[in-house]
Structures are given as structure tokens and as C-alpha cells.
């Protein structure tokens, strides 16, 4: 979805080094989100927001920290990164629904490898 | 929490409907069953999501039975571009936003 952008697509880094991942949508959304993908997996949800003052982890937040700066943007960190954490990362936003689950938007993707 | 369950893979050929079913059988009573798809180094896009019966949009159709234990997506007359996979879920956590995505369903449309 073009109103959910993804910042860097592609990053290759050294195991060790701090990276952070940024997200912004256009959407208005309050609610954003973060998962990962292994090849031949589903995805894992690592963090989610439901507004600026609200963070809460997922399945797998170890490893990781988020920010929302703003109603627009949640950047994703790993503080030192490892090679498992290898894979794509996908940002969501969505609306909360009454009646039904939420709709969720993704961006484009991260495929972050760690050397 | 409700577990889904949905065959790994699927063949079928162009013009031909295609019915992928996906059992939930710990489904609760307020879930709604919601499907994705995700094309390869995609983000997944919602298709379609239902409570009961059938739900019928430009993409798909979803049929639910009575008892809800599963849920069948119905994609029309399959094209190449339908190649992908394609993800039933249902909330997984206490709220709506906690979607689970399994291995999900790899539909490939042969020529």
C-alpha cells in the first residue's frame, strides 16, 4: 500500500551494529504495527502502538525497541543486531473496527540482512 | 485462542474457481475470519472478512457455515497474477488486532 512507506528497502549490516527501520503512513491510522518474515513463514508480530503513548510488545519483541514519534511514524531498532535476525520486516497500520477485525495496511517491506 | 488450519499448497489452472479451506475450530464467539494475500517480497493485502454465512466482494467470496469451525475462500475464474499466498486468520489475542499469520496457503495458477 503506497500510504504505508518503508525505510530502508534493503540494508546489510554487520552483526553488532545498531540499525533502526522507519515507518511512516499517510493513512491517519492510530494503530501501527510491526512483524517479521522468515522464508517460507508467516509473520510474527515483534510490536504494535495504538497511539503515541501506547507501546506494547508482540511474540517476539526480544531483541528489538520501537518509537512512535508521532500519529505517522514508528521506527523499529535492533541496538545490536545479530545474523538471526536476518529476514524482512514489514510495517502495518490500521483503524480500530466496531464489529469485525481490524483491517491491517502494509508497507513494502525491509530485507535486512546481518552479516 | 483460535488455531487455523489450511492446506500448504494449492495447483490449479487459469480460468478455473478455486476453494481454500481453513478450519478454526477453537473459533470464538465474537471472531470474525479474515483473509490475506501476499505476493512474494509483498506486504500481505486484505481480501475479504466475514462472521457467518457468505460475503461476496470484486475479489472473492467467503463461505462460513453455521457451526463457524471453518471458513472456505472462493477466488473466481484463478489468473496467473492470482499466484501467491494466502493467509486465513482469525484474532488471536484479546482484541482484533492481534492477528496470527501461519505458514498460510502457496496457490500457483499453471498455464
Redesign the interface.
Known amino acids: 500500500d503506497a500510504d504505508v512507506t518503508q525505510t530502508p528497502r534493503n540494508r546489510i549490516t554487520k552483526t553488532g551494529k545498531r540499525i533502526m527501520l522507519e515507518c511512516s503512513q499517510t493513512k491517519g491510522h492510530d494503530r501501527m504495527y510491526w512483524y517479521r518474515q522468515d522464508p517460507g513463514l508467516g509473520l510474527r508480530l515483534i510490536y504494535y502502538s495504538f497511539d503515541v503513548k501506547d507501546i506494547n510488545k508482540g511474540e517476539i519483541s526480544d531483541g528489538y525497541s520501537v518509537s512512535r514519534q508521532a500519529q505517522a511514524k514508528f521506527s523499529l531498532s535492533l541496538e545490536s543486531a545479530i545474523p538471526n535476525q536476518t529476514a524482512l520486516y514489514f510495517c502495518a497500520t490500521s483503524d480500530p473496527r466496531t464489529g469485525g477485525a481490524d483491517t491491517q495496511y502494509f508497507g513494502p517491506g525491509t530485507r535486512l540482512t546481518v552479516l | 485462542l483460535a488455531k487455523t488450519t489450511q492446506p500448504i499448497s494449492m495447483d490449479s489452472y487459469e480460468g478455473q474457481e478455486v476453494n481454500i479451506t481453513c478450519s478454526h475450530n477453537n473459533i470464538a464467539t465474537n471472531?470474525?475470519i479474515?483473509w490475506?494475500q501476499q505476493f512474494p517480497?509483498?506486504?500481505?493485502?486484505?481480501i475479504i472478512?466475514g462472521?457467518k454465512t457468505k460475503v461476496t466482494n470484486e475479489v472473492a467470496s467467503l463461505f462460513i457455515p453455521a457451526d463457524r469451525k471453518s471458513s472456505t475462500l472462493s477466488l473466481p475464474r484463478v489468473s496467473l497474477s492470482d499466484t501467491a499466498v494466502y493467509?486465513c486468520?482469525v484474532?488471536s489475542g484479546a482484541g482484533?488486532?492481534?492477528?496470527?499469520?501461519?505458514?498460510?496457503t502457496k496457490l500457483s495458477v499453471i498455464p
Open positions: 471472531d470474525y479474515t490475506y517480497s509483498q506486504g500481505p493485502r486484505f472478512q462472521y493467509y486468520l484474532p482484533s488486532y492481534q492477528l496470527t499469520f501461519g505458514k498460510g
